[in-house]
């Protein structure tokens, strides 16, 4: 099993940045890929970014230049550095993990952006 702890949500204003972290512990061997999800009220869960094994990433349209993924193997963490924040990022960001057809998921950290 993975356990998936996901921090550094919060308030911030437009233009504003913000660094998101999830920490892995538990049965981690294996993990293929590492993303961030968020999920606005009313609205479907969606990939904003995500970093495979090999280091590749892909990010969604709507965050690429601003959003940056990053992880760090010796500390089992995934990063997300939001920069130039708008208030249609305001979602709930999620961590997710996979490993083949398994899938792992945090309990979800609060992004609001607004003045």
């Known amino acids: 099993q993975v356990k998936l702890v996901e921090s550094g949500g919060g308030l911030v204003q437009p233009g504003g940045s913000l660094r998101l972290s999830c920490a892995a512990s538990?049965?981690?061997?294996?993990?293929?890929?590492m993303g961030w999800y968020h999920q606005a009220p009313g609205k479907q869960r969606e990939l904003v970014a995500r970093?495979?094994?090999?280091?590749?990433?892909n990010y969604a349209d709507s965050v690429k230049g601003r959003f940056t993924i990053s992880r760090d193997d010796a500390k089992n963490t995934v990063y997300l550095q939001m920069n130039s924040l708008k208030p249609e990022d305001t979602a709930v960001y999620y961590c997710?993990?996979?490993?083949?057809?398994?899938?792992?998921w945090g309990q979800g950290t609060q992004v609001t952006v607004s003045s």
């Open positions: 538990g049965s981690i061997f294996g993990i293929n890929a």
């Open positions: 970093i495979w094994r090999s280091g590749i990433t």
């Open positions: 997710n993990m996979e490993r083949g057809p398994q899938s792992y």
